[in-house]
């Protein structure tokens, strides 16, 4: 006859095998423990079932609001039914132990974290994986339920088998439709698994949407076999997640799906995760309930028993990431943002206007845009006459006394080259039709009509001048954009819109840009790094012998002005047929259009506003204080971001004034990011 243990008083912290609970359950042994429970497995007296207990610590117990929120949620957390999620069959406080527990399902198999330990998975079996505990996470969503600690720990794989998988360790859930939650809003999941919101990042608020940034987090260490790096330290950390995840070990299957899980901005990423799961090719989810584990053979392991192991309080150290944002932050500056998030203004249309712009009279150009351009509205005035830098004595484009003037406006002269240009090209480059080899055009450098382009080579991105003068750089929006400066500008040449998908590809067919561009051919090239900027700008030197450059970031929003001082180059209301930046809540095509589909500006640029981000040569620096006043690329000893400027086509509009900044990593590519080059005349 077995044994009954005697219950113990609320201060014991261990229950031994035999402790029973409400006469119905009988532990067997302790499995796991966290910040606020320990996990036991244990049986039904009854049928002899095994089940999962997490029975609530002591000095949580004691607490009675923490008591009533706990029961509030296992209330909740009760309604989810779904072949996915963990079953939670009853939440009770035993009275003679005193302590409250929840009884769950016990889930017998490898977590996902100890199964790419052998190895990454393959992508039909995370295609698997994404549509099975995906629509689990689904259901939740829809009764208001955020998991907010989606991570490989807290997914398991009965039997090693994707289609088996399950979700589990909802004890940090919140509902949503409650104002309080046992864990409030601090965070207490895994770090490397972490959302934007979960580190403060746009306000801090935890939504479904970061469970889905934390759920694509988890695919796409399911595919490469290990977590992505986004850094060590809680500067690093926050600074990485300003950024999408550098994506290039994904299979390209899945990567479209993976970017957007993984935007920075939480609205940028898809409203649900029904929305990911209905928009997969039907033919990748067919293949994937045929397809093996693993992306290569393993040693099997031995099953080990999982369950849920949360209601972790992860006490301090985190709520003061909450001030570390990317504008006015004292703490170092962070990095790479795709298309940041910025506070509303309260008049989000006029309360930031630029300052005043200063430059040349308008012209008429002898390319006529795509389509009419409306009537101005913008103000504009003409300049009185300035010399330029290397009419005072100096080199063009180095201000007296800054020290930043020797990079900047340097062009990128003609180079041999590198061992990374000189790899042979991917093997769908050699499918390609050959691109004829660009010929060198004879042209002068005498001054264009305003608006006039030309160019330097049969495949170059036509040119246009765009005239001297001066301008108050900045604004008010954004402390980034501050302090507004004033900044004098030589004439210099730039290409009338980003470079195109044709411009680029006979730098990658000529073997001097690894990276080849896809899409119709006078769309905008992107998921352009800045380094792949320099090869491009390096190859087209050579070609042209003429020195080829990125824009200072200063000649970029001078040009992009088009000698006006508005919101916009056409003026301060967004008008949709000017630029094509995302409306609220409206859904960005999966590409760029052309920049010729939109009226050019008064200085014949194409493309400046929502087409795509486009990278300057300077370093990024959190505002102007100290920025060079003679339109010269701003450097800096370590410079780790890069600017750009011009926003994409998933942009809202209200974050895309012309005065508007962002940054990125310079070897990071970035579906968004494009580039529009220049050279001086």
Same mark, same amino acid.
């Given at each position: 006859?077995?044994?009954?243990?005697?219950?113990?008083?609320?201060?014991?912290?261990?229950?031994?095998?035999?402790?029973?609970?409400?006469?119905?359950?009988?532990?067997?042994?302790?499995?796991?423990?966290?910040?606020?429970?320990?996990?036991?497995?244990?049986?039904?007296?009854?049928?002899?079932?095994?089940?999962?207990?997490?029975?609530?610590?002591?000095?949580?117990?004691?607490?009675?609001?923490?008591?009533?929120?706990?029961?509030?949620?296992?209330?909740?957390?009760?309604?989810?039914?779904?072949?996915?999620?963990?079953?939670?069959?009853?939440?009770?406080?035993?009275?003679?132990?005193?302590?409250?527990?929840?009884?769950?399902?016990?889930?017998?198999?490898?977590?996902?974290?100890?199964?790419?330990?052998?190895?990454?998975?393959?992508?039909?079996?995370?295609?698997?994986?994404?549509?099975?505990?995906?629509?689990?996470?689904?259901?939740?969503?829809?009764?208001?339920?955020?998991?907010?600690?989606?991570?490989?720990?807290?997914?398991?794989?009965?039997?090693?088998?994707?289609?088996?998988?399950?979700?589990?360790?909802?004890?940090?859930?919140?509902?949503?439709?409650?104002?309080?939650?046992?864990?409030?809003?601090?965070?207490?999941? /895994?770090?490397?698994?972490?959302?934007?919101?979960?580190?403060?990042?746009?306000?801090?608020?935890?939504?479904?949407?970061?469970?889905?940034?934390?759920?694509?987090?988890?695919?796409?260490?399911?595919?490469?076999?290990?977590?992505?790096?986004?850094?060590?330290?809680?500067?690093?950390?926050?600074?990485?997640?300003?950024?999408?995840?550098?994506?290039?070990?994904?299979?390209?299957?899945?990567?479209?799906?993976?970017?957007?899980?993984?935007?920075?901005?939480?609205?940028?990423?898809?409203?649900?995760?029904?929305?990911?799961?209905?928009?997969?090719?039907?033919?990748?989810?067919?293949?994937?309930?045929? *397809?093996?584990?693993?992306?290569?053979? /393993?040693?099997?392991?031995?099953?080990?028993?999982?369950? *849920?192991?949360?209601?972790?309080?992860?006490?301090?150290?985190?709520?003061?990431?909450?001030?570390?944002?990317?504008?006015?932050?004292?703490?170092?500056?962070?990095?790479?943002?795709?298309?940041?998030?910025?506070?509303?203004?309260?008049?989000?249309?006029?309360?930031?206007?630029?300052?005043?712009?200063?430059?040349?009279?308008?012209?008429?150009?002898?390319?006529?845009?795509?389509?009419?351009?409306?009537?101005?509205?913008?103000?504009?005035?003409?300049?009185?006459?300035?010399?330029?830098?290397?009419?005072?004595?100096?080199?063009?484009?180095?201000?007296?006394?800054?020290?930043?003037?020797?990079?900047?406006?340097?062009?990128?002269?003609?180079?041999?080259?590198?061992?990374?240009?000189?790899?042979?090209?991917?093997?769908?480059?050699?499918?390609?039709?050959?691109?004829?080899?660009?010929?060198?055009?004879? *042209?002068?450098?005498?001054?264009?009509?305003?608006?006039?382009?030309?160019?330097?080579?049969?495949?170059?991105?036509?040119?246009?001048?765009?005239?001297?003068?001066?301008?108050?750089?900045?604004?008010?929006?954004?402390?980034?954009?501050?302090?507004?400066?004033?900044?004098?500008?030589?004439?210099?040449?730039?290409?009338?819109? @980003?470079?195109?998908?044709?411009?680029?590809?006979?730098?990658?067919?000529?073997?001097?840009?690894?990276?080849?561009?896809?899409?119709?051919?006078?769309?905008?090239?992107?998921?352009?790094?800045?380094?792949?900027?320099?090869?491009?700008?390096?190859?087209?030197?050579?070609?042209?012998?003429?020195?080829?450059?990125?824009?200072?970031?200063?000649?970029?929003?001078?040009?992009?002005?088009?000698?006006?001082?508005?919101?916009?180059?056409?003026?301060?209301?967004?008008?949709?047929?000017?630029?094509?930046?995302?409306?609220?809540?409206?859904?960005? @095509?999966?590409?760029?259009?052309?920049?010729?589909?939109?009226?050019?500006?008064?200085?014949?640029?194409?493309?400046?506003?929502?087409?795509?981000?486009?990278?300057?040569?300077?370093?990024?620096?959190?505002?102007?204080?100290?920025?060079?006043?003679?339109?010269?690329?701003?450097?800096?000893?370590?410079?780790?971001?890069?600017?750009?400027?011009?926003?994409?086509?998933?942009?809202?509009?209200?974050?895309?004034?012309?005065?508007?900044?962002?940054?990125?990593?310079?070897?990071?590519?970035?579906?968004?990011?494009?580039?529009?080059? *220049?050279?001086?005349?």
């Amino acid at each position: 006859m077995k044994t009954v243990v005697p219950l113990h008083p609320i201060d014991s912290v261990f229950l031994p095998k035999g402790t029973r609970l409400n006469g119905i359950f009988e532990i067997e042994e302790m499995i796991g423990q966290g910040g606020m429970a320990q996990v036991y497995r244990a049986r039904t007296l009854e049928a002899d079932d095994a089940v999962a207990i997490k029975v609530v610590k002591p000095e949580i117990a004691r607490d009675q609001s923490l008591m009533g929120l706990l029961r509030k949620e296992a209330q909740t957390l009760s309604k989810i039914s779904h072949e996915a999620i963990v079953k939670h069959l009853l939440f009770s406080v035993d009275p003679q132990l005193g302590r409250p527990y929840l009884a769950m399902e016990l889930v017998r198999g490898p977590s996902l974290a100890d199964l790419i330990k052998d190895g990454p998975l393959s992508v039909e079996a995370v295609f698997v994986l994404l549509n099975r505990i995906g629509s689990g996470l689904d259901v939740a969503h829809r009764l208001g339920i955020t998991h907010r600690d989606i991570s490989p720990d807290n997914i398991i794989l009965p039997r090693s088998d994707p289609g088996r998988a399950k979700l589990i360790d909802f004890g940090i859930a919140r509902n949503l439709n409650e104002d309080e939650t046992i864990i409030a809003d601090r965070f207490a999941g /895994k770090l490397k698994f972490a959302s934007p919101e979960h580190l403060g990042l746009n306000g801090g608020k935890v939504t479904p949407k970061s469970d889905i940034y934390s759920f694509g987090l988890t695919l796409a260490a399911a595919l490469i076999g290990a977590p992505l790096d986004l850094g060590g330290t809680q500067v690093e950390m926050i600074r990485r997640r300003q950024s999408v995840p550098d994506l290039g070990k994904i299979d390209p299957r899945i990567r479209k799906i993976l970017l957007r899980m993984l935007q920075p901005d939480p609205a940028e990423r898809p409203d649900t995760i029904a929305d990911l799961i209905e928009t997969q090719e039907s033919g990748s989810v067919v293949q994937a309930r045929r *397809a093996p584990v693993l992306a290569r053979p /393993k040693p099997r392991r031995a099953p080990v028993i999982a369950t *849920a192991l949360g209601l972790v309080l992860v006490g301090g150290g985190l709520a003061g990431w909450y001030g570390l944002r990317r504008s006015g932050s004292p703490e170092p500056a962070p990095a790479a943002s795709a298309e940041k998030s910025r506070p509303a203004d309260p008049n989000p249309l006029l309360a930031d206007r630029p300052a005043e712009t200063v430059g040349p009279g308008i012209g008429r150009t002898e390319e006529p845009p795509a389509r009419p351009a409306p009537q101005q509205e913008a103000r504009r005035e003409t300049p009185a006459a300035e010399p330029s830098s290397s009419q005072q004595g100096l080199p063009q484009g180095v201000a007296p006394g800054t020290p930043q003037g020797s990079e900047a406006r340097a062009p990128v002269p003609p180079a041999a080259p590198t061992a990374r240009e000189t790899e042979p090209p991917p093997p769908q480059a050699l499918a390609a039709p050959p691109t004829p080899a660009p010929v060198a055009t004879p *042209a002068s450098d005498q001054p264009l009509a305003l608006g006039r382009s030309k160019r330097d080579c049969s495949t170059c991105p036509p040119l246009v001048e765009v005239p001297a003068g001066s301008f108050s750089m900045g604004g008010t929006a954004d402390p980034s954009e501050r302090p507004a400066h004033h900044v004098r500008i030589p004439a210099f040449l730039m290409s009338r819109g @980003p470079v195109t998908v044709a411009e680029w590809n006979a730098c990658h067919a000529a073997g001097r840009c690894e990276f080849r561009a896809e899409g119709a051919p006078n769309q905008p090239a992107a998921n352009l790094s800045w380094d792949d900027a320099q090869q491009y700008v390096r190859w087209i030197s050579g070609v042209t012998q003429k020195a080829y450059r990125l824009p200072s970031e200063a000649e970029w929003e001078y040009a992009a002005r088009g000698g006006t001082r508005t919101r916009f180059w056409w003026g301060d209301q967004f008008r949709g047929e000017m630029a094509p930046c995302r409306s609220a809540g409206g859904i960005p @095509p999966d590409a760029a259009p052309a920049a010729a589909d939109f009226p050019e500006n008064p200085y014949g640029l194409l493309g400046t506003t929502c087409i795509v981000a486009q990278w300057v040569s300077d370093c990024w620096h959190r505002n102007y204080r100290g920025a060079p006043g003679d339109g010269s690329a701003w450097g800096a000893p370590n410079c780790k971001q890069r600017v750009l400027r011009g926003g994409t086509w998933r942009s809202r509009a209200e974050t895309e004034r012309v005065t508007s900044r962002d940054f990125y990593d310079p070897g990071v590519r970035y579906p968004g990011n494009g580039i529009r080059i *220049a050279r001086d005349l």
